[in-house]
């Protein structure tokens, strides 16, 4: 569709031309006698953008660009004057004016401008729509599941979202606790600001220090250049911390210096200085044990138990497991260009499930089953039973099964050298304490050696 441009201007011949020209180039004109018939109209939602004269009668064309701006902070609105005084057009520019033209102009000069501002008003409708579209995906109310359990935690989650409290979220892995850190920065002033997740489980130490932090030149080998860090790109929104409790206890010192102070200091470098960030972390892990442990500091854990949420097991709501099932069947239909459905039976035995995987596991098998069904029928069948999901390893010793064994049979060994000192037995193993409390959790090793 053309876009569609008001002119304002008390003088017919004028609003008459300028119409003329508009038209000539593809777009679609209204005309305004007057300003306050312009800000009546240019505030109606109409227009893409608005053509003003700024000597008028009672209504100036400074009227017609507030009564815009006031209404419509997208429509975008081009001032003329006659008299090219700076004053009027740096006037005009500060109340929201994209631009101001001096009669006599030419055609290709007006059209040059008008180009100029539609290209804007396009770039930030479409900036709007993602905005829109984001905070509608993570948004409290498009969160599935209305147990009690969710609608507890959710209650909790509003209260603190448009705060800056730092926030903890605790439950099994695939339990949804990004989409929850995601719904909380929607919701929070900082919306219109990044959302930077990271994954400190994904990051080696060393890299995770200057990925966060940032790096001066020449701070290490390959650093043949300065970069900001992921702090610094996060200014002024959220930061989330997934699984925070694979973190190093060195870089956990450097978190809890940003979380007191709000600032940081890049790998090389001697000053600091101040970001604005809102933390979010996230952990499938017990931190209380973590601290007993040694692995996790505690006074960084009470900084992020400010606000904590523990996210409940799939198994603890069953009932939210159909509305879930709906959601994904939806989500890839879409997705596939298929409009399967459940044959009967199958969303009992889909309730059923244990879902040690939680709503991951059940993402997981909605889409399988989607893309297996014939005859746009999802039979029972298609739906792979969440058993057959481990591998089968009975009656034979897998690569892996050895390699526990082994690390086993190590660890314990050195426990018992070391009479259970988990400083002296990761030395003794040439791994870090987080390393060892990491194995040691896996392998189901006792703490106390």
């Keep these: 569709m053309p876009e569609r441009i008001l002119v304002v201007d008390d003088q017919r011949n004028m609003r008459t031309t300028l119409a003329l020209m508009l038209r000539s180039a593809g777009y679609e004109v209204d005309e305004a006698q007057n300003g306050a018939e312009g800000a009546e109209c240019g505030s109606s939602g109409e227009y893409d953008l608005v053509i003003s004269d700024l000597r008028m009668g009672a209504e100036s064309g400074i009227d017609v660009l507030c009564a815009v701006k006031r209404n419509l902070s997208l429509t975008e609105v081009i001032v003329m004057t006659a008299y090219g005084t700076v004053e009027s057009a740096v006037e005009a520019m500060r109340l929201g004016a994209h631009d101001y033209i001096q009669k006599p102009f030419t055609e290709a000069e007006l059209l040059v401008k008008v180009e100029r501002a539609l290209a804007k008003r396009r770039l930030a409708g479409e900036v709007q729509l993602l905005a829109s579209e984001f905070k509608e995906r993570y948004h409290f109310e498009n969160i599935v599941g209305r147990s009690a359990p969710v609608r507890a935690m959710l209650d909790r989650v509003l209260r603190v979202a448009p705060t800056d409290a730092t926030v903890l979220l605790t439950g099994e892995s695939g339990t949804g606790k990004e989409v929850v850190a995601r719904a909380i920065h929607a919701n929070s002033r900082r919306a219109a600001k990044p959302f930077v997740p990271v994954n400190c489980a994904a990051i080696t130490e060393t890299l995770l220090e200057s990925e966060l932090f940032g790096h001066a030149r020449g701070a290490f080998t390959g650093a043949v250049a300065a970069r900001k860090g992921l702090f610094e790109e996060a200014q002024g929104g959220t930061f989330f911390f997934d699984e925070i409790g694979e973190m190093s206890l060195q870089l956990q010192a450097k978190l809890l210096r ?59 709501r069953r009932e939210d497991i159909p509305s879930l099932v709906e959601h994904y069947l939806a989500k890839f239909n879409r997705r596939h260009g298929k409009s399967v459905r459940l044959a009967e039976g199958v969303m009992p035995m889909l309730v059923a499930q244990p879902y040690p995987g939680n709503v991951r596991e059940l993402e997981n098998i909605v889409e399988q089953a989607v893309a297996f069904a014939a005859d746009d029928v999802i039979v029972v069948e298609d739906v792979m039973p969440v058993e057959s999901l481990e591998p089968q390893t009975r009656g034979q010793e897998t690569l892996a099964a050895i390699v526990d064994d082994a690390e086993r049979s190590a660890i314990e060994a050195a426990l018992r050298e070391t009479s259970g000192s988990r400083e002296r037995t990761a030395a003794k193993l040439a791994i870090s304490a987080t390393t060892l409390w990491r194995k040691m959790t896996r392998l189901g090793i006792r703490a106390d050696g």
Excluded: H, W
């Excluded at 499938?284 to 996790?296: C, I, M, P, S």
């Design 258 to 316: 940003l979380l007191e102070s709000q600032e940081i200091r890049r790998v090389g470098e001697n000053s600091s200085f101040r970001v604005d960030v809102r933390i979010i972390a996230a952990t499938n892990r017990d931190l209380r044990l973590a601290v007993r442990d040694k692995v996790f500091r505690e006074d960084l854990y009470y900084r992020f138990n400010v606000a904590r949420f523990v996210l409940p097991p799939l198994r603890e």
